[in-house]
C-alpha cells in the first residue's frame, strides 16, 4: 500500500456542520433569524426514507428549524405543486428540498422549476445553473460543491490544475466542471462516448469520478501523484460477507488507485457525508439572502 492521502469526507463534514451551527446561533441572538428547510417526500422509497431522516436529524443538529411533509406514492402532482407552492409563500422556510426520484405519475423537472430560486437548496433550478454558468450569485448544487472544498482544503489554490470531469450529469458533472472552471483549472469532461478514456485520466492532476459505474476507473488510469475524488456510490455482491450480501463502492477501484494517487476519497466515508453538510450551508446562505444580512465565511470559498 503505497502512502496516498485518505481524504476523510466525514471529518471533514462534522468540521462544517459545527462551523454551521455556530454560524446559525449567531444569526439567531443577532438577528432573530433561524433558517428553516422543508423536505418533501412523496412515496415510500427506502433510501429516500433513510436521506430524509439523516436530513432531518442534521438540520436539527445544527439550530435549524426542519419541516418535513410525506405524501403517500399515489400523490397527484397538481397535489405536490401545490405544496411547493405553499413553501415558497412561507417566510419560515429558507429552504427547500423534494427528495428525489418521485413516482413516475409526476414530472421531476416541473417541481425542480416550481421551486423559487431562492430556496432551491439543491440548486438544481434553471436559474441557479444559469447563475452558475455565468459566474452569478446562485444556489450551487451540494456535491459539487462539497467536492470543490474538500479539494481546496487538501490543495489549496487550484489554479492551473489539470482536471478531469468524468461524467456529464446535471447534477454533479457540470456544475462540478464549472465550479472548477471558476477556480482557473484547465478541464476536460469525459463521458461514455469519449475516445481513449483511460488516457484522457492520466493526463488529469485531479480526476473526479461520477459516472455511476462501480470500480471503473481502475489504478493505470490515474496520473501518479493526483487528487482522486470519487462521487459515485454503487451496490456490489459481497459473497464473502455471506449470501446474498453487499458492500459500497465507488466508481473507482480504491484498491488499485490508492497505490498511485497522492490522495484520495473513499467510499462510503468520502463525498457522501459532505452532501448533507453542504445542504446545511446552503439553507444558511439562503436564510442570510432572504434577510439581507451578511453570509458568513464557513470552510472553501464560494
Known sequence: MSGATIIDGKAFAARLREKIGRQVAALRQKHGIQPGLAVVLVGEDAASQVYVRSKGKATVEAGMESFEFRLPPDTAQAALLAKVAELNADPAVHGILVQLPLPAQIDEAAVIDAIDPAKDVDGFHVVNSGLLTVGGQGLVPCTPLGCLMMLEDHLGDLSGKRVLVLGRSNIVGKPMALLLLSRHCTVTIAHSRTRDLAAECRRADILVAAVGRPQMVRGDWIKPGATVIDVGINRIPAPERGAGK?????????????????????????????????????????????????????????
Open 246 to 302: 453487499t458492500r459500497l463502492v465507488g466508481d473507482v477501484n480504491f484498491d488499485e488507485a490508492v497505490r498511485v494517487a497522492g490522495a484520495i476519497t473513499p467510499v462510503p466515508g468520502g463525498v457522501g457525508p459532505m452532501t448533507i453538510a453542504v445542504l446545511l450551508k446552503n439553507t444558511l446562505t439562503a436564510a442570510c439572502r432572504a434577510a439581507g444580512v451578511a453570509e458568513p465565511e464557513i470552510g472553501g470559498r464560494e
